[in-house]
């Protein structure tokens, strides 16, 4: 955190605002939690007669996605702990940054651009990806399985990558690129089944890991 980004906490600080639950990013802050960051629109007001260039967003779609990454790390971030998460501006890393940068001062973790031995890898991989991988194995006779790579974590596993979209369109941030869900037979499959059955995707990704859970039980 450099020394611009010390006194903006500060001030947050000063006026009552509980920066665990908002994202510092550029020239923007974005409220993770609108009732537990007690980011009223009158301490809004308090902030801007001091940093008046930078824009505060609130949005319920972002303030969704970042509760269902807390539900997801919860269990797998430590304090002081680091983090590595490739730089390559694209839309889905961006996030990534984002929707953990309250980490440093929840539990004092270090988010970093280089990988080492120490550091624990951030995976993009969002809802779809594991839905649409489920869906390969099982149409291609594969054993259907999570394939977690060791010594990652995937806050977006429970994160649909269309709400990723349709929240960025709402922001002025810039990108250099995305995911594009291609459409092929599994697409397809998965694009029906989203149209009849309410939270398909959460449903297919609870199954695999209740699968998971049995089988690691049994051998």
């Known amino acids: 955190m450099n ?10 600080n000063k006026i009552g605002v509980d920066t665990r639950f908002i994202s510092l990013y550029k020239n923007g802050i974005y409220i993770n939690n609108l009732k537990f960051s007690k980011f009223s629109r009158k301490k809004e007001d308090d902030f801007r007669k ?28 430590k304090p002081q702990v680091k983090l590595y998460i490739e730089n390559n501006n694209s839309l889905e890393n961006i996030l990534l940054y984002l929707v953990l940068e309250p980490y440093k001062r929840k539990y004092g973790v270090k988010i970093l651009e280089t990988k080492s031995e120490d550091t624990l890898n951030v995976s993009n991989y969002c809802q779809d990806d594991f839905c649409l991988n489920y869906l390969n194995s ?30 960025v369109e709402s922001t002025n941030i810039k990108y250099s690129s995305r995911k594009e869900m291609n459409e092929d037979n599994n697409k397809e499959i998965l694009n029906f089944l989203e149209k009849h059955i309410p939270n398909v995707q959460e449903s297919i990704i609870q199954s695999v890991n209740y699968l998971e859970k049995n089988n690691q039980q049994q051998e």
């Open 3 to 12: 020394a611009e980004e010390k006194n903006i906490i500060k001030t947050l």
């Open 50 to 77: 001091e940093y008046p260039q930078i824009e505060v967003i609130r949005s319920k779609l972002f303030q969704k996605i970042c509760i269902k990454v807390s539900r997801t790390v919860k269990n797998q971030i």
């Open 138 to 167: 099982m149409t291609e006779g594969r054993k259907i399985t999570n394939n977690l790579e060791e010594n990652t974590i995937y806050p977006l596993k429970h994160v649909k990558h269309q709400w990723i979209c349709d929240w």
